[in-house]
């Protein structure tokens, strides 16, 4: 699904030059779960702004669902972007002035879905993850837990190859987390392939595999096995 | 790399969004109104700063019309067409004539005159200075100045009689004993008598009877008794000699035509009048003829500068109202800053952006604009016909003038928004997503 070989990445600080990526390969195959461990300043947000389009490579090879991701203009991005990915992130990033339903509808927008089958299709992701009575609800009127899970919905509703998650459970206390986590396992379950970048152990090891970066390499690469956090809830 | 696309993601979408595809996309409508919905407030505020500009500049433009017309009302009272000629002392030698002779107009000049230029003339009046008199209202003595004029020299100074007739036609063959007054000599003298009408006052003998009371927007021009020409220069032995001779001009179809005839007939008449009087032809002096035309094309000079002026400074509030706009819509953007990346990671195209931004803005700038531009006609329209302030008149505007100022409001709104938007494009999405 996923094929990086020697993907290097630095940035020009003033006169100074920051090597960040130094060679990264890495493989995922379909309906993965991984996680990318490593402590600030290891890269792993770097590998996540590539990995997500959202900034490009140095030198190296990307492969995404074998469409090599390379000379994108803004706009090719973004098409793929909304095709191809689905994001979560740490701090949720609902649009705080539409209702969850709204958000949920939102990459359905960017696909040209007509408003009707747009905000059907929401529901039915809202309803996956237990929130359809909470449709009309603004993110302020939901707790933490709700608004990622609201973010999960938004993200499975564009049907993406794979899902990046950065730092998906970073704002959210342990029950949260592993409730969110849950709902993680069991979307990969469905065969969907999902990224996770982490900094927690206990988090990374409700994936299938982990991935240490430091310093802009890949010190460990390990295949483990999976605690479910079904029985955390 | 992101740089040198923004001006291409640009074109895109003018190229991709003709107006069609804007005005009906209904998507992008909802979307819009869904985000102007949510964010009252700040819609509000942006509308307000814009309709305020435009209410400011379309009152300024409705009190630089209302001058323009004021100071035309003001001009108006006088006679605009109107010609004087006067003789003077001769400058130059001509025909075996010295220098410094003194010129004196006769009736024959102005009967001669009158048949020359009959098709050009509207009203004529010939006017004799009645010297060395005194005045008698009963025993008080007055000092006023008398002219003996013909009766259509009411038209020539746009005299409106507040109290009886002026001189008429069968005063002037008839050698009437009559006078007309100024309003200030009745306010002035006749101030224990109900009307001055019918009152005798005594001029160097001779009783005179007062049939009118004339008003004049100058008052020393009030300040004037008229009598018949043809009594003025039989009983005071004037003989026929004339001091001033004036015109009034038929109404041309504009202002230029009438600036034209005027200079016209000015000329003509100079002319003749020289000719008459051996006056030597490029003599400055000796005949002097005034064209209140003339004049009055210095009064139009003013006021279109002014016109100008008013211009420049609705010009400068327009630029103040696009800095607003784009100020505001740099905040916009700033504030949406997360929305933005929000949109970008979800798959929004660099254009959609850049449209969103843009299409909100011209949205709330035009409703906004046209608010500001109804208030204020509606506040012209209502207002403007009572404003009783000397040299205003009627402050008014042209409704294709104030439509313009708020397209280009809104031309120029959307231009200042374009880099905003264009920044917008260039937000980076993990750095503006990763912390609160």
Request: glycine letters at 8%; a negative charge.
């Amino acid at each position: 699904m996923i094929e990086i070989k020697d993907l290097h990445k630095s940035y020009r600080m003033g006169s100074n030059s920051l090597h960040v990526l130094k060679g990264i390969n890495f493989t995922a195959e379909e309906g993965e779960l991984v996680a990318i461990m490593g402590s600030s300043g290891s890269g792993k947000s770097t590998l996540l702004n590539i990995l997500g389009m959202l900034d490009l490579a140095d030198s190296g090879e990307y492969t995404l669902d074998n469409v090599p991701i390379k000379d994108l203009s803004e706009t090719k991005a973004a098409q793929y972007r909304n095709k191809f990915l689905g994001f979560i992130f740490q701090s949720f990033n609902l649009i705080n002035y539409k209702s969850a339903l709204e958000n949920v509808a939102l990459p359905l927008y960017y696909q040209k879905v007509g408003r009707k089958e747009r905000q059907e299709k929401a529901l039915n992701y809202l309803e996956r993850v237990g929130l359809k009575e909470w449709a009309t609800h603004l993110p302020s009127e939901l707790s933490g837990g709700q608004k990622q899970r609201v973010a999960i919905a938004r993200a499975m509703a564009a049907e993406p190859k794979v899902l990046l998650a950065d730092e998906p459970t970073g704002a959210l206390d342990s029950k949260t987390s592993y409730e969110v986590m849950d709902l993680i396992q069991k979307i990969n379950d469905e065969g969907n392939t999902i990224l996770v970048v982490t900094h927690e152990e206990d988090i990374a090891h409700m994936c299938k595999r982990i991935v240490h970066l430091k310093d802009g390499v890949i010190v460990e690469d390990k295949k483990i096995e999976q605690v479910r956090a079904q029985q955390y809830v | 790399m992101w740089d040198d696309c923004l001006i291409r993601y640009t074109l895109a979408y003018f190229i991709n969004h003709q107006t069609p595809t804007i005005m009906f996309d209904i998507e992008r409508w909802q979307e819009i109104f869904d985000t102007i919905r949510k964010n009252k407030l700040r819609t509000f505020l942006t509308g307000l700063s814009v309709a305020s500009g435009i209410f400011i500049l379309v009152i300024l433009l409705g009190f630089g019309q209302g001058m323009r017309n004021g100071i035309e009302h003001e001009f108006k009272q006088d006679a605009t067409t109107s010609i004087w000629a006067w003789p003077e002392i001769t400058s130059k030698a001509y025909q075996g004539l010295n220098p410094g002779r003194v010129i004196q107009f006769k009736n024959t000049d102005y009967e001669m005159a009158g048949r020359m230029f009959k098709e050009d003339i509207e009203y004529e009046s010939p006017r004799v200075f009645v010297r060395s008199v005194n005045i008698n209202y009963g025993s008080e003595s007055l000092v006023y100045g008398i002219r003996g004029v013909s009766p259509e020299f009411q038209f020539i100074e746009g005299f409106s009689t507040v109290e009886g007739r002026f001189i008429n036609y069968k005063d002037e063959v008839s050698l009437g004993k009559v006078a007309v007054i100024g309003k200030k000599i009745k306010e002035d003298v006749f101030k224990d008598v109900e009307s001055p009408i019918g009152e005798i006052i005594d001029i160097s003998g001779i009783r005179f009877t007062i049939i009118g009371v004339f008003n004049e927007q100058n008052e020393r021009e009030e300040e004037v008794i008229y009598i018949p020409i043809s009594t003025a220069q039989r009983v005071f032995n004037g003989n026929d000699r004339l001091d001033t001779m004036s015109y009034t001009l038929p109404p041309a179809e504009n202002f230029d035509e009438a600036v034209a005839q005027a200079v016209k007939f000015k000329d003509n008449l100079r002319e003749y009048l020289k000719k008459e009087h051996k006056v030597a032809p490029d003599d400055e002096s000796g005949v002097r003829v005034w064209s209140a035309m003339e004049e009055a094309k210095r009064y139009y000079g003013i006021t279109n500068n002014m016109k100008l002026f008013f211009w420049f400074v609705g010009g400068c509030t327009i630029i103040a109202g696009v800095v607003g706009v784009s100020n505001i819509m740099l905040i916009v953007v700033k504030e949406r800053t997360r929305e933005i990346g929000i949109r970008k990671a979800l798959g929004a195209k660099p254009w959609s952006i850049v449209g969103m931004i843009l299409h909100e803005s011209i949205f709330v700038t035009a409703i906004s604009g046209f608010a500001g531009l109804i208030f204020s006609m509606a506040l012209l329209e209502f207002v403007g016909p009572h404003v009783q302030i000397e040299y205003v008149k009627n402050p008014s505007v042209n409704f294709n003038v104030a439509f313009s100022t708020v397209m280009v409001l809104v031309v120029a709104g959307a231009l200042a928004g374009l880099v905003p938007a264009l920044r917008a494009t260039r937000v980076q999405v993990i750095e503006s997503l990763r912390d609160e």
